[in-house]
């Protein structure tokens, strides 16, 4: 994505980076963070290309030299990567550029049968350190691991001493929305570039600007808690519904209307298990935030919310989805008896 289709809060953030860039002020290793889905990914995939560019200026890459042309001619490999939840490892592909890496899910190609890994490795940390050393075709070369949460902590240590003891001219640059799940001494050796979420008037008009009325974005814009990317996705799809239907479910069984064990079946029957949870989710936080005082019942929300988000990471293993969901249910069941007695 070019800077000039960034929604404002990338802008801000690019222009921030390129800026630093210009100064000399920009870090070997970058800590780029933020909630998931508000474009930090496409933000530091444009930094790439202007720290690579042979003609950049004004904070922008040219797009006409050789290292752009390299820059962007992707392709994915095959067999595809993906990303546990099954969306592509590498949205727009791996570029043919030889200074630029993108390391992310990869597959795990012996013992066979060949498999998706759930998480980054020291193989491919240990292959990156490599290639980090080895002189750049062009004048920089550029890494880029995301998700950063997923690489686990041997692989971490085999990175280290490249954090430590940069070459001039490389760039390791680490993208997440769970920072917290980095070791601290990864941390402290970045610096660190955060996105957050946009002004409510400014994530408004920015769904506004792609087509959505204003009172389907602000109602949208209010159930996704201010976070643009997620009411435009709820918008262009049917997630508004689905977040209706889950909380008549969740009504439904607290009220003793509902089965927990069949609305279970039905929320893992396909496959948007892990959306309805995260509705079922943010659920639990709006009931939190509707005025109730209740200490208690407010501290069994706030524990049924980290279950519900826990159960979304579970449905991304082999683990049955109805069984999750009934454990998930059944709670909610139990904890809106425990606050009517």
């Not at 159960?311 to 425990?338: I, N, Q």
């Amino acid at each position: 994505m070019s800077p000039d289709g960034f929604a404002p809060w990338q802008q801000r953030l690019y222009e921030q980076a390129a800026a630093a860039v210009d100064a000399g002020r920009l870090g070997h290793a970058l800590l780029l963070c933020g909630p998931a889905g508000l474009g930090k990914r496409a933000v530091i995939e444009a930094l790439a290309q202007y720290v690579l560019c042979e003609a950049r200026a004004d904070g922008r890459a040219c797009g006409r030299c050789r290292s752009c042309e390299l820059f962007a001619t992707r392709t994915q490999r095959d067999p595809v990567e993906t990303r546990p939840d099954g969306s592509l490892a590498q949205p727009d592909g791996h570029s043919a550029h030889p200074d630029l890496i993108f390391v992310g899910y990869e597959w795990r190609l012996k013992p066979s049968p060949p498999r998706m890994r759930t998480e980054i490795v020291i193989e491919q940390m240990r292959q990156l350190s490599e290639r980090l050393e080895v002189s750049a075709t062009f004048s920089s070369r550029v890494a880029v691991v995301e998700p950063a949460d997923a690489v686990n902590y041997s692989a971490w240590n085999a990175i280290l001493k490249t954090l430590e003891e940069p070459l001039p001219g490389r760039y390791l640059w680490l993208v997440t929305a769970s920072p917290a799940r980095l070791p601290a001494t990864i941390r402290s050796r970045c610096q660190r570039l955060e996105m957050r979420l946009p002004p409510r008037a400014e994530a408004l008009a920015w769904l506004q600007a792609r087509g959505h009325a204003q009172a389907a974005a602000g109602e949208a814009l209010d159930a996704a808690r201010g976070h643009p990317g997620l009411a435009a996705s709820w918008l262009e799809g049917d997630g508004l519904a689905l977040r209706k239907e889950v909380a008549a479910d969740l009504a439904a069984i607290g009220g003793g209307r509902a089965d927990p064990l069949e609305v279970a079946q039905r929320w893992g029957a396909d496959e948007r298990g892990e959306e309805r949870l995260r509705h079922a989710a943010e659920h639990a936080v709006g009931e939190a935030a509707s005025g109730l005082t209740d200490p208690a019942r407010l501290h069994k929300l706030a524990e049924w919310f980290d279950r519900a988000n826990r159960a979304r990471e579970l449905l991304r293993s082999t683990v049955r989805a109805d069984l999750v969901m009934a454990d998930l249910l059944l709670g909610w069941r139990d904890l809106a008896r425990s606050t009517k007695t």
